[in-house]
């Protein structure tokens, strides 16, 4: 299989990129969803909100047990849109040099020579991004929300897509730290793949007892087309009421909750609620599509008590309950 030929992306007066016909953009996360699910098995959901996240121009946070699929995952979405990979393995004594880059001295040319970092790639996996000390995690602040590092004074822009999948172990809480506050709320999405059930790991199995179907995947889009589809989303309508309602939801979990739902945590959430609405072949967001996302979107940003740590269980009652008490159709 090979990636569908698409018009080349040009300028548009507003200095960005061609947006896809809606249903072509629907297209293309079908044909992504299809091929990544031939890596992994049976998570077409959590698939699914990996691409509304792509879409979004946000990143998605993957907590879980070990060995689930978390990194063929990152690995698959990758190959299927012809996208550079990067992998971070953090560890204790990653510095934050080894995240972003650092100028090499040239004695030759007699300067320095910037030499990224694996930072740099379409879709870059942080893999048990908790191990590393919050200043080696900071180094990656930056890089999320502006599409840039900067090193000794230098920005140099990352590529665009650019798109962050970070995992945390689920099971193990040694010699491991929390993320900050500030770093959680980076990610638009938090979502668990979970156990496959008897017949999916029948299927995985049956798969894998050669060489693992990820070592063959192929494109199936390429980036062009991706970052106009991005601009199809961004271009799809949300009117005032969807908005308030958004505004509402967030309010709601600040009234209720020690740490509630910052501003760009609204932003990501509409964002999200563009994507579902591409996905579902629409120019336009309604209030399913919020409520839709809400869950995945809010809960890892809610401190639910003094002392609680971020996205707990009863962070995500929290959710729940804004989503049952605040209606969309009021004003």
């Known amino acids: 299989m090979t990636a569908d030929r698409v018009a080349p992306a040009r300028d548009d007066v507003s200095g960005g990129v061609d947006p896809l016909p809606v249903e072509e953009a629907r297209a293309l996360v079908e044909r992504v969803t299809e091929n990544v699910g031939r890596v992994v098995v049976g998570k077409a959901d959590v698939v699914e909100d990996a691409l509304v996240v792509l879409l979004a121009r946000g990143h998605l946070l993957l907590e879980d047990v070990p ?28 510095l934050p040099s080894d995240v972003t880059g650092t100028n090499v001295l040239d004695e030759a040319a007699g300067g320095f020579d910037f030499q990224p970092g694996p930072v740099f790639g379409n879709v870059v996996l942080g893999d048990e991004i908790n191990r590393a000390p919050p200043k080696t995690q900071s180094a990656l602040l930056e890089a ?3 599409g840039q590092v900067t090193v000794d004074g230098e920005t140099h822009t990352l590529p665009d897509p650019f798109f962050v999948v970070a995992t945390q172990n689920a099971v193990e809480r040694d010699r491991v730290y929390d993320l900050p506050a500030a770093e959680v709320d980076r990610f638009a999405k938090k979502c668990t793949l979970g156990y496959p059930d008897i017949e999916e790991e029948i299927e995985v199995l049956g798969r894998v007892v050669g060489h693992h179907p990820v070592e063959d995947v192929e494109p199936v889009t390429d980036v062009t087309a991706l970052r106009r589809a991005r601009e199809t989303t961004a271009r799809v309508d949300t009117a005032e009421p969807v908005r308030r309602y958004v505004a509402r939801l967030v309010g709601w979990t600040r009234e209720h909750a020690a740490l509630g739902v910052s501003p760009r945590g609204g932003i990501a959430l509409l964002r999200c609620a563009q994507a579902r609405a591409v996905l579902d072949g629409r120019d336009y967001v309604v209030p399913d599509d919020v409520k839709r996302e809400a869950p995945s979107v809010l809960a890892h940003r809610i401190r639910a008590d003094t002392g609680a740590e971020l996205g707990g269980e009863d962070a995500t009652r929290i959710v729940e309950r804004a989503l049952d008490s605040v209606d969309p159709e009021a004003t």
């Open 67 to 94: 060995g689930v699929g978390k990194t063929m995952l990152a690995r698959a979405l990758a190959g299927s849109i012809n996208g550079t990979f990067s992998r971070l393995q953090f560890t204790p004594d990653l």
């Open 144 to 146: 999320m929300e502006e």
